[in-house]
């Protein structure tokens, strides 16, 4: 019985130590109709919406895309080609030329949606 017990304490550590595996397809799942999560790392999600998406969709992309993970920031772009293929490990990571191209930027521990805007 002690060896049992120790192999399900040894296994549950290991799970538990395990590096956090993401998949856009349970991701997607839970996102609104107008969005789909593109990538996503242990901090930055990215997420691609139709152009007439607006606030309110991207709150719930937002939301969908970090679930209950407080550190998760999700940068939200109206086209697929002006997002990067990977989602990087953080923020600062990105690089303007992704960054000036997103609309929103979701920040999930403050519940924080910041729209962004060009100016001009």
Not at 16 to 42: H, I, Q
Not at 76 to 91: C, F, L, M, V, Y
């Amino acid at each position: 019985m002690k060896t049992v017990l120790l192999r399900i304490l040894c296994l549950t550590a290991l799970i538990g130590a395990a590096p956090a595996t993401f998949s856009a397809e349970s991701y997607n799942g839970r996102m609104p109709a107008e969005c789909v999560l593109k990538d996503r790392s242990s901090e930055v999600a990215l997420v691609i919406c139709t152009p007439e998406a607006g606030d309110s969709i991207w709150r719930e992309a937002g939301q969908a895309a970090c679930g209950t993970d407080l550190m998760c920031n999700v940068w939200i772009w109206n086209g697929e080609e002006k997002a990067p293929d990977a989602a990087p490990a953080t923020d600062t990571d990105l690089g303007e030329q992704y960054t000036g191209t997103a609309v929103a930027v979701w920040v999930n521990d403050s519940q924080t949606l910041i729209a962004l805007r060009r100016v001009r």
